[in-house]
């Protein structure tokens, strides 16, 4: 396809895109079935170039301000996924001089908001958080993430998945935490893989894999996934527990719950049992009070700690639907503990960089509930990480936590961004 109708395509997919009406995920799918006719590396180019100006929204509107043509198709321009060589053909003269005056810009020339692409109420919070340390995190949410895949113990094992994905040319490295994970060079395209059919593995980010381990899920036990939506940390805990005792996944969106379905039948787990609730307070939670080995609340939040793969997260949310969040997430921690028995164990986690969703949830918890005793993830996080020669495997857990909770950066850890409380119910008198 010529450049000029790429760029087209880019324009007014970024147009629909930058209305954040939708999930951008949503729109650029439904804009591909609408336009069938796009090959795979057209697609590509163009959703690609979409994604980079969503990334990089507050530079790449500043700079569209200047130069001629329509707004939509400068956004393309400067966003465009592939060489500056391979569009020039289709710039005009203006066009073409004023990319060379953008592409001649550094850092120092724009202001903080251009070069860190994040709305401000997002900013604060976070430099309070990292300090010195906040434009390597904001480098790094604006960087795609990486292809993480968990390997399904039940039917393969890490090795072999990676001599099959190098017999079709994929490259891959071991995660450095996960045991049971690969990291995918590149994205190619996994989902017509023999072994992703066969259900040997799963494409899960290395901090979900972990976060499923540190539940500690082990062989017999009652275990609930809270809030399990599309079930990849349900899959990863019905693995370690060799598809026995029960595993319940519960959501209240059965449309998230269907799409769990044919996983689970690529998984080869017969342990899982999903229900679709009502909400935190549904009978099906109350009959379970007192008898769960293990609970996981993977709790709906803001995902901040995703923008590396869903970065329109960050123009989409606002400021205010943090309290109602926060709300939500103490009450579904609340209904969720009442079914850990004594001795159980209650893991609380979500995909957000915010404090106020996670250390002060957590904390809150904590204070309100004296049956309850925390325990600090760093203990447990030792019999969960990959282990290698001569490494100390104590100082890399420590690394991984901020007192007694699990906090894994982007710009740190190579993850998306993870938090985790655990806490066991103590035993009655």
């Known amino acids: 396809m010529h450049p000029n109708a ?23 799918a439904k804009y591909f079935r609408d336009n069938r006719a796009l090959g795979p590396r057209e697609r590509t180019t163009i959703s690609e170039t979409a994604y980079k100006v969503v990334r990089f929204k507050a530079r790449f509107e500043y700079l569209a301000r200047s130069g001629p043509g329509a707004r939509e198709r400068k956004l393309a321009i400067l966003g465009f996924h592939g060489s500056r060589e391979f569009i020039a053909s289709s710039l005009t003269q203006p066009e073409a001089a004023w990319l060379a005056i953008c592409d001649a810009t550094s850092d120092d020339d724009f202001l903080d908001m251009h070069v860190h692409n994040l709305p401000q109420w997002m900013v604060d919070p976070l430099k309070a958080q990292v300090g010195d340390a906040f434009m390597a995190l904001a480098d790094a949410l604006n960087t795609p993430a990486t292809l993480d895949i968990r390997v399904n113990a039940l039917k393969a094992k890490r090795e072999s998945v990676q001599k099959a994905l190098q017999a079709k040319s994929m490259r891959s490295a071991l995660t450095p935490y996960s045991p049971m994970g690969l990291r995918v060079e590149g994205n190619p395209s996994l989902l017509k893989f023999a072994g992703f059919e066969a259900g040997k593995f799963e494409v899960q980010d290395e901090g979900s894999q972990l976060l499923a381990s540190l539940v500690g899920a082990k062989r017999g036990e009652m275990v609930t996934d809270f809030c399990a939506g599309a079930g990849g940390k349900t899959l990863a805990i019905g693995a370690d527990m060799r598809s026995t005792g029960r595993l319940y996944a519960f959501d209240t969106s059965a449309h998230r719950l269907e799409a769990l379905k044919p996983r689970l039948a690529r998984s080869g787990l017969s342990n899982v049992q999903t229900a679709a609730i ?3 307070r549904d009978e099906r939670v109350k009959r379970l009070t007192f008898k769960m080995d293990r609970v996981l609340v993977d709790a709906p939040c803001s995902g901040t700690g995703t923008l590396r793969r869903n970065p329109d997260l960050k123009w989409r949310i606002k400021p205010q639907e943090l309290d109602e969040l926060v709300l939500l997430q103490k009450a579904i921690l609340d209904s969720a503990a009442k079914m850990v028995k004594p001795g159980g164990r209650l893991v609380y986690a979500t995909c957000s960089l915010l404090q106020a969703e996670n250390e002060d949830v957590a904390q809150a918890f904590t204070a309100a509930n004296d049956d309850f005793e925390v325990v600090p993830v760093a203990q447990l996080l030792v019999n969960v990480l990959s282990k290698e020669d001569g490494e100390d495997v104590d100082a890399v857990a420590a690394g991984m936590c901020h007192g007694d909770f699990l906090r894994l950066w982007p710009h740190v850890h190579a993850t998306d961004g993870f938090f985790a409380a655990i806490w066991t119910r103590k035993h009655l008198d």
């Open 6 to 28: 790429l760029i087209d395509h880019a324009a007014t997919l970024i147009a629909r895109v930058l209305t954040f009406s939708h999930p951008a995920d949503a729109t650029v």
């Open 278 to 280: 009502s909400n935190e």
